[in-house]
């Protein structure tokens, strides 16, 4: 009777202990969304493309809705998988688009800031590792008004969502990181 009270006891601690962990991966799962949300920005459709293992940088594109009747402005962002993370746009110099680092990207009030290729993007600089097809990279946007946003970017095979229309862009200054 005694082992029995004992074997018991043992399995509701055990049952205890897991509840926090069981918890915890909900709340990942919860997470692990293309789609985020502050009380007055919706940001949404966040990916990247697959690169080539050795790739030194890579751009992440999303769509960010401001419902509110106060512009806002993103001022940076940051990841864990990148040394650096830059807000770019594109130039056209001739045939080449030319990236160009920004100070920050206006979001308008009750409007869509599109980051897309060829335009408005962030970019990953001296990435820690590789950006693979199926998997997630995470991403905080900070904003003017609305602050901190952490968004979950899906990474695409590298062929969506590309186009052989799409015009050629230099990438060399981003070499010298």
């Known amino acids: 009777m005694r082992l029995t009270a004992l074997t018991a006891s043992l399995f509701a601690l055990s049952i205890t202990a897991a509840l926090p962990s069981y918890a915890e991966q909900e709340h990942q799962h919860a ?8 009380n007055t920005l919706n940001v949404h459709t966040a ?3 697959e690169l080539p293992p050795t790739a030194p940088v ?12 106060q512009a806002d402005r993103l001022l940076g ?5 990148a040394a650096i993370s830059e807000l770019h746009a594109h130039i056209h110099q001739g045939d080449v688009m030319r990236m160009v680092k920004v100070d920050a990207i206006d979001v308008p009030a009750q ?10 993007h ?17 991403l905080t946007l900070q904003f003017e008004h609305a602050g901190k946003v952490d968004v979950i970017v899906d990474i695409k095979s590298s062929d969506a969502g590309t186009s052989a229309a799409s015009p050629a862009m230099d990438h060399s200054e981003h070499s010298n990181h």
């Open 122 to 138: 962030i970019m990953l600089i001296d990435l820690k590792k590789p950006l693979i097809a199926g998997e997630q990279l995470p």
């Open 31 to 38: 997470t692990h969304s293309t789609e985020a949300s502050h």
């Open 111 to 120: 409007g869509t800031l599109i980051l897309e290729p060829g335009g408005y």
């Open 77 to 81: 962002a940051s990841s864990s998988i």
């Open 47 to 49: 990916w990247s493309r």
């Open 58 to 69: 890579g751009a992440a594109f999303m769509s960010i809705d401001n419902p509110s009747d």
